[in-house]
Antibody, heavy 123, light 110 residues
Framework: EVQLVESGGGLVQPGRSLRLSCAASGFTFDNHAMHWVRQAPGKGLDWVSGISWNSGSTGYADSVKGRFAISRDNAKNSLYLQMNGLRAEDTALYYC????????????????WGQGTMVTVSS | QSVLTQPPSASGTPGQRVTISCSGSSSNIGSNSVNWYQQFPGTAPKLLIYTNNQWPSGVPDRFSGSKSGTSASLAISGLQSEDEADYYCAAWDDSLNGYVFGTGTKVTVL
């Protein structure tokens, strides 16, 4: 079964850091670009970041550029999101998602989603 | 940031046809394909339509997508109670160099 399982969320104070992980199974992880998408409580979907199959290319939403860093370890079938300088507006459910493509750029659909991990930024 | 605009809500009675619009610009819908996602409360989004009008395996053909210029549409024909959900359009944006989602539409079956 194709599956993505996120972890690492929690309650964190403004300005602090958090690292999210996404464990993939059931597919050839290193054949696919991966993304993070977040959803604030009661709000819509918001793309955060994406990474190509070989980590050669990454992309970030303007709202997180310079603060968040996406990475992957193909040997461990894992995707990560290092979040620094967290703000209250980063409070959201963070999903990892798989695409059918190897590259980040382009309208490739997110065909598999995890169940998400909640990040709450509050003092 | 939501640069794709959708109506906040849409509704219909069982069996009716409901259409959801998604308005964008030349840098997103105008130059890239559109995908649609369905999300039930408390669950992760699910891919509903990809590359404007293609169905992933398991999605009923009651759902159909189309694109014209800088706009796209999702149609649900033969509306069923289990179609009550939030629907999001999405596309790559060449100017933002990122993936953008629509504002989302809540579909209610009356």
């Amino acid at each position: 079964e194709v599956q993505l399982v996120e972890s690492g969320g929690g309650l964190v104070q403004p300005g602090r850091s958090l690292r999210l992980s996404c464990a993939a199974s059931g597919f050839t992880f290193d054949n696919h670009a991966m993304h993070w998408v977040r959803q604030a409580p009661g709000k819509g979907l918001d793309w955060v970041s994406g990474i190509s199959w070989n980590s050669g290319s990454t992309g970030y939403a303007d709202s997180v550029k310079g603060r968040f860093a996406i990475s992957r370890d193909n040997a461990k079938n894992s995707l990560y999101l290092q979040m620094n300088g967290l703000r209250a507006e980063d409070t959201a459910l963070y999903y990892c998602a798989k695409t059918g493509a190897r590259i980040v750029v382009g309208s490739y659909a997110f065909d598999i989603w995890g169940q998400g991990t909640m990040v709450t930024v509050s003092s | 940031q939501s640069v794709l605009t959708q109506p906040p809500s849409a509704s219909g009675t069982p069996g009716q046809r409901v259409t959801i619009s998604c308005s964008g610009s030349s840098s997103n819908i105008g130059s890239n394909s559109v995908n649609w996602y369905q999300q039930f409360p408390g669950t992760a989004p699910k891919l509903l339509i990809y590359t404007n009008n293609q169905w992933p395996s398991g999605v009923p053909d009651r759902f159909s997508g189309s694109k014209s210029g800088t706009s796209a549409s999702l149609a649900i024909s033969g509306l069923q109670s289990e179609d009550e959900a939030d629907y999001y359009c999405a596309a790559w944006d060449d100017s933002l160099n990122g993936y953008v989602f629509g504002t989302g539409t809540k579909v209610t079956v009356l």
